[in-house]
Structures are given as C-alpha cells and as structure tokens.
C-alpha cells in the first residue's frame, strides 16, 4: 500500500489523540511508520487514543501548538520526513465559546508548525488538514472547488479560511520551487463531514446519536434540514496519505501541482441531510428522535459539499464506501464497543483492511502493492 512511502519512516501527527489523529496513527503504524505525535491530551472521555492504546504504540508527546518553542524542539528531536498536521479546534459551536482560542490554535498554531519545519532545514513532506468549511459559504447548489475563495461566517470556519492563507504564504514564500534550502514540499487538504468509530465529541451528530441510544434516549437534532459530505474517517485519510506518498518522491526543486490545495469528499450520492443520515444510523440501531431545531441557535451552514476533481485527476484517488456503508461500518464499531466482546484496536485495524481491500478491488493505485 502506498508504494511502501511510509515504511520505517519518521512521522509526525499533530493531533494524534484526536479522532481523526487516532486513526491516522493506527494506519500509519500498520504501514510502518515510526509515528511521533504531539497533541494536547485527549478532550473527551471515552478518547479513541485511549481506547486504541495509542500511547503505548507511538512516541507520545503532550504539548501545545500555539507554543511555538514546543513545536520547533519536537520537529528539531524528530527530523520528521513527513508532517501530518491535524491539530486543531475543531468544532463550530464551541469556536462561538472560544473564539480567541480558535484562531490561536487553528491559525497562530498551524503557522507555528510551518514555522518549525522550516527553521529546522531539513527535507520534509508536510500535509496540512483544514475543512471544507473553509470555504466563503454561499448556499449555493454546485460543489465547491479548490480555487473557491476562502471564507467563513463563524469563527471556526474562518479561522480554517486563515490557516489556508497561512498555507499558502508559506508554500510560495518558503517552500516554492526555486527557493533557497532543503525541500520542503507543502500541501493542504480539505475534508467533508468525517465520522467513523470511536468519535466522541460533544455536539457532533454521530457521537450525539450514539450516545442517545446508549442510553436508550431520543437523538436530538438540532439541524435536520443541513446538508453536508457524509464520508468515513478512512476516505480522507486514504487522500491524505496518498498526497502525502506522491508529493514526497516529487523530483527537488520543481514546481508540482501536488503542492497545493486538494479536496476529499465523498460521492455526490452521499451527500444528506441530517435527518437522513440520523434515519440510516437508526436502521441498524433501532431508536427514535427527535426535532430540536433553536431559531435563536448559533448559526451553521444549511448546504455544504466538494468538488473533488482534481483529487481524481492527478491522484487517481476517488471514495470507496457508499453512504450507506459508511453508516453501517461506523455503527458496527459502536455496536461493538458497548458489547465489550472485541479488542477495539483489533476492530479497528480489521475496518481498515477491509476498507484498503475494498479500495484495491476498485484497482485505486494506493491500495495496490507495488511491484
């Protein structure tokens, strides 16, 4: 998989006890990485990280990104030959809570981290994760593509709309072709609507739905009518890693196009309301909910979804599970969580086999071993 890029590599995960971190680090050890990361610890309890024994399995560091001097000695010690940069606050309503510590982290800290790799000079292949609601937000129908301005009406939505600028002053003023020092290749990737298994943040909607039917409670939905790019955790992380394998044997010193922006986002096909996806969760799960939509509830987008072209055309990349699979594999793991009858890591590692296995049988070129 991956053409072996990762193999016995030194990797950073920003994040990594995070939810998409934490299965970010579980692949990358599969692949056979030698996996660093640096996050704060865990937010919630139960903690995917946790539940995986990730602390045990990686080099684990706590540490703040919006402290420049952490990230620049953890970069320094671990001469990183790839940096997966995931850290971040991460949630709409919370950002209206927090909002200076948003920016400080999802702007001040991202350019912290590109900071870092660059004072250190050494070649590296960096990918940095923002969000598809990166994006200046109009309601409109058609997806939205790369080259789409940035944006955001809350405060997390533009901090997110900031750390691409960030990205992006860095990749042409530092990191460009031509310029002076190692090679430092940069990317950023935007991803929809991710859920999966082990996902326990407060008010997302699958961890919402979860725990609601844990408990044997009504599902509270506060948007049913929002649209968004429903994907499992393993769509995007399989672009990122796949980005990150191409940029890093691009040829020294030469221009890429690999060197920039790229969507992830599912199938058109999966893109649903809120509603639906809550009725598909309770297809497998039996339950109910109900509406509790506030008209004096902060403001989130009503429709939101990706382009993803230009993944397909220079990564050959597309999603592997439909919606309704996607629904399914995420469900079982919470299924089997609450039973307590399977090993979590062991759960883990089978859904991203039996995702990679789906992707093969498609002939996607990651997901083929090479020769």
């Known amino acids: 998989m991956f053409n072996q890029a990762y193999k016995d590599k030194r990797v950073l995960v920003t994040g990594h006890t995070g939810f998409k971190g934490a299965w970010l680090a579980e692949w990358l050890l599969a692949l056979g990485a030698k996996v660093t990361g640096l996050s ?33 000695a953890v970069v320094e010690d671990v001469r990183p030959d790839f940096v997966f940069h995931l850290a971040a606050q991460a949630l709409v309503r919370l ?38 609601k990166c994006y200046e937000n109009r309601e409109w129908v058609h997806s939205y593509r790369e080259e789409d301005p940035m944006g955001g009406y809350d405060p997390y939505s533009s901090s997110k709309g900031a750390a691409e600028l960030v ?45 609601a039917l844990q408990q044997g409670q009504a599902i509270p939905v506060r948007n049913k009518v929002a649209t968004r790019p429903w994907q499992h955790v393993l769509e995007p992380l399989s672009g990122y890693l796949w980005l ?79 919606f309704e699979q996607t629904i399914a594999e995420t469900v079982a793991w919470y299924q089997a969580q609450q039973a307590g009858d399977q090993d979590l890591h062991t759960l883990t590692s089978r859904q991203i086999a039996e995702y990679t296995a789906a992707a093969r049988h498609r002939g996607l070129p990651w997901a083929v071993p090479s020769a």
């Open 40 to 72: 704060l610890p865990p937010a919630t309890e139960p903690a995917l990280f946790n539940q995986l024994g990730l602390a045990g399995r990686v080099d684990h560091r706590i540490g703040d990104i919006r402290d420049l001097a952490t990230v620049r």
């Open 167 to 211: 990205i992006n002053a860095y990749r042409r003023s530092f990191f460009s072709a031509g310029a002076t020092g190692p090679a430092i290749r940069l990317a950023s990737a935007r991803a929809g609507n991710v859920i999966g298994g082990g996902d326990w943040a407060t008010d997302r909607i699958v961890p919402d739905c979860i725990r």
């Open 244 to 322: 990150g394998a191409q940029l890093g044997v691009a040829a020294p010193g030469t221009a890429t196009p690999l060197a920039s922006a790229f969507n992830f986002g599912p199938a058109l096909t999966a893109n649903r309301t809120v509603a639906a996806l809550v009725q598909e969760v309770l297809k497998h799960w039996p339950g109910r909910w109900e509406d509790r939509s506030d008209p004096l509830a902060v403001h989130e987008a009503k429709l939101l979804n990706l382009a993803t072209d230009k993944a397909h055309h220079f990564l050959h990349w597309q999603p592997v599970w439909p």
């Open 95 to 132: 950002s209206y809570e927090q909002p200076v510590e948003t920016y400080a982290t999802n702007v001040l800290g991202t350019a912290h981290v590109l900071e870092a790799v660059r004072l250190a000079k050494r070649p590296s292949t960096v990918i940095a994760i923002t969000t598809d």
